[in-house]
């Protein structure tokens, strides 16, 4: 093979792989708007509950929950106990903005979080996949530390 047809064949196997890249990308972007409950996610224990909403505009809203979380003995969200409100925080994330996807990485720019650290921030989930009715993936620093955490959901119908 002549220099000539090596790069010209280097050149098309590239853009081939960017224009499938492309259509990945933009298909999850598709499949994946829609309205999500929660099936598991590490450190929300078991049975966890939650929410995720991904509107086809590009809007998102997240709320994930331990089932576990106490009722406050004041019966007022303002005159919980110290261990009452520790309980809440640690067993709860709500947090919104916008997404995009980018090839199989969903990469979300909040705009508000019960974690204040995440404001203004991109938050991105890695190894993003929908199967039926089912939407995977991997969470790569999760806000309360620790090792990269897998996370399901599972279509509302």
Do not use: C
């Not at 505009?57 to 106490?70: D, E, Q, V």
């Not at 993003?128 to 806000?143: F, M, N, R, W």
């Amino acid at each position: 093979m002549n220099r000539r047809r090596i790069v010209s064949t280097v050149v098309m196997t590239a853009l081939g792989l960017v224009l499938a890249a492309g259509h990945a990308s933009a298909q999850l972007a598709k499949e994946i708007a829609g309205t999500w409950t929660l099936v598991s996610a590490e450190a929300f224990g078991s049975a966890p509950k939650g929410s995720f909403i991904l509107d086809a505009n590009g809007h998102f809203a997240s709320i994930l929950t331990r089932n576990t979380l106490p009722k406050y003995v004041s019966n007022s969200r303002v005159k919980g106990t110290s261990d009452e409100y520790k309980a809440t925080v640690e067993g709860s994330l709500a947090y919104f903005g916008t997404y995009s996807i980018s090839g199989s990485d969903l990469i979300m720019r909040v705009e508000s979080s019960t974690y204040p650290n995440w404001i203004g921030t991109e938050q991105k989930r890695i190894n993003v996949s929908i199967t039926g009715d089912e939407l995977k993936y991997t969470q790569p620093a999760p806000s309360g530390g620790g090792p990269a955490t897998p996370v399901v959901w599972k279509r509302v119908k």
